[in-house]
Structure formats: structure tokens, C-alpha cells
């Protein structure tokens, strides 16, 4: 069953996309944590990270992230997170990076 992300790849939901290239799409977070919030999803579905092949090239998802900071003038930092499982608060299970920035983000840790 496609994910919810594959929809949005697909077309079959809107999103508002910020960045596509053979590999990624990219758009905004639904929910954002932080001023810009975008979601580097590839157009391959890889459960999470604990699924990536050992073969194959797959900076294509950092490196994204890296253009998509510089096209929105992320120029004081940025953070790049993948959760991996339920227990890092993945929901959906298709592989995909938070950007974040635009203004300080804090530190961060264990919730309790």
C-alpha cells in the first residue's frame, strides 16, 4: 500500500513543494516545529534508515537537504533529523529528513 508520502509524490495529494530532482521530493511540513519545516522524502519507499540497501547511492537525501537550506536562505544554520521507529516519533513509515531553521533551534533530548 502506498504511503502518504508516495501520494504526495504521486500528485494524488497536494503539498506545497519546495524541491524535486530524480531522487527527493521535498515540501512543507503540515505541522511545522520551526519557521521552515520541509520534508526530504525519496521517491523510492524505504520503510526508515534501519532499511537503507548497503548498495547503492543514497547521499541524495543530504544532499538535497543541502541545496533546499541554500534556495530558503538558511544561512545562520539549520538542523536535519531522520527518526527511525515508532520510538523515535516516526508516523510515517516511509524514509524521510526533517529540515528545520529559520530561527535558534534548542538543544533537544529524551522526553519524559
Known amino acids: 500500500m502506498a504511503t502518504l508520502f508516495t501520494k504526495i ?5 497536494p503539498a506545497d513543494i519546495v524541491y524535486e530532482d530524480d ?3 521535498a515540501f512543507r511540513d503540515i505541522q511545522p516545529q ?3 519545516h520541509v520534508l526530504i522524502v525519496p521517491r523510492q519507499e524505504i520503510t ?3 532499511e537503507l540497501p548497503d548498495e547503492g547511492d543514497h547521499k541524495y537525501l543530504l544532499n538535497a537537504a543541502k541545496v533546499i537550506a541554500e534556495q530558503l536562505g538558511l544561512t545562520g544554520g539549520y538542523r536535519v533529523v531522520i527518526n527511525q521507529g515508532a520510538d523515535a516519533g516516526q508516523t510515517v513509515f516511509h524514509l524521510h529528513a526533517h529540515l528545520l531553521g529559520g530561527a535558534p533551534l534548542g538543544h533537544f533530548g529524551v522526553e519524559e
Open 9 to 13: 509524490i504521486q500528485r494524488e495529494i
Open 23 to 25: 531522487h527527493v521530493v
Open 48 to 50: 526508515g534508515l534501519a
Open 34 to 36: 520551526a519557521p521552515v
